[in-house]
């Protein structure tokens, strides 16, 4: 079995689990010791065809799964159990790791061993809407931040963990906007700018504290300004976002 994946909405009684070229949707509901399979996914194509990374979707009902498996992403519907949309090839090499925007229904994340992140909308999945070529090896995990969706964790067996600010694809592509009210206070200073110019794409920070391959990286449940990363040596490392971008989001 390669992966288990809880249900990300809802009281939790769903499970999917990713085992070789299956994708099996278990119900907890009848039993709380015994889980049943309620539907099951089949990859199908030439060679022994294996999963190696799943997301479940927190839209659209939590009705849709997108997997991966060598370098090739597909999306399923978890009502059918059906295919709905295939990105052949959308790394060079193994994709290793999805995640979903979680503010923007359609955009899914993608990492893989050619040191590639990029991001999909998968509508339209002929190419990607954006790339990342920051990392030197192989990019393990890719996470979106759950309140402030501009934000991107990767982590890479370079060593390295970067924090990216992708403000042109997320839910806020034009920063904050100043309401009616904001305007009628800064009406006393004409030479006050009356909508701040917004944020462009960027590389926030690039953490160095580790010193062997990052395999993960993940963003707090309570604070949407700290998260953590773990290397192969074992080290957890917990930063937060940098306080001048925090504020610049903020305010």
Partial sequence: MYSVLWEPMGDGKRVISLADNQALLWDLQESPTKATVSSTATLEGKGQLKFTSGKWS???NCSQLATANDTAIRGW???TMSQIYCVENAHGQLVRDLDFNPNRQYYLASCGDDCKVKFWDVRNVQEPVKTLEEHSHWVWSVRYNQSHDQLVLTASSDSRLILSNMVSISSEPFGHMVDDEELSEGED???EEKVKEPLKDSVVSTYEEHEDSVYAAEWS???PWLFASLSYDG??????VPRALKYRILL
């Avoid at 080290?235 to 937060?240: D, F, P, W, Y």
């Fill in 58 to 60: 927190p839209h659209h």
């Fill in 77 to 79: 519907d978890l009502r």
């Fill in 189 to 191: 200073n004409p030479q």
């Fill in 221 to 223: 449940s309570a604070d």
């Fill in 235 to 240: 080290r957890l490392v917990i930063n937060r």
